[in-house]
């Protein structure tokens, strides 16, 4: 089993920056898809960033270029570095597990960006 527990969100100006934590326990593997996703009020959820073990990463693309998404494999943990927050981004954040073995979420953390 999987528990993944995000930290590191809450209220914000726009232009501003927050940071995002993902804490993993259990069995992690570092060889592994770890990610962001957000859903905002009335949508589905989507993309905003993942990261493989060979540190290769994707963003959506309403996010590229003002965040970025890290991996600490020591710590099982990864991170979102969200700078020049819109009000668009306003959601809940999920932090994302995968592996051969299962895909996992945690609980949800939420980024609101006032204008």
């Known amino acids: 089993q999987v528990q993944l527990v995000e930290s590191g969100g809450g209220l914000v100006q726009a232009g501003g920056s927050l940071r995002l934590s993902c804490a993993a326990s259990?069995?992690?593997?570092?060889?592994?898809?770890m990610g962001w996703y957000r859903q905002a009020p009335g949508k589905q959820r989507e993309l905003v960033a993942t990261i493989t073990a060979g540190d290769n990463t994707n963003y959506g693309d309403s996010v590229k270029g003002r965040f970025t998404i890290s991996r600490d494999n020591a710590k099982n943990t990864w991170y979102l570095q969200m700078n020049s927050l819109k009000p668009e981004d306003t959601a809940v954040y999920y932090c994302?597990?995968?592996?051969?073995?299962?895909?996992?979420w945690g609980q949800g953390t939420q980024v609101t960006v006032s204008s």
């Open positions: 259990g069995t992690i593997f570092s060889n592994s898809f």
């Open positions: 994302n597990y995968r592996a051969f073995y299962g895909n996992y």
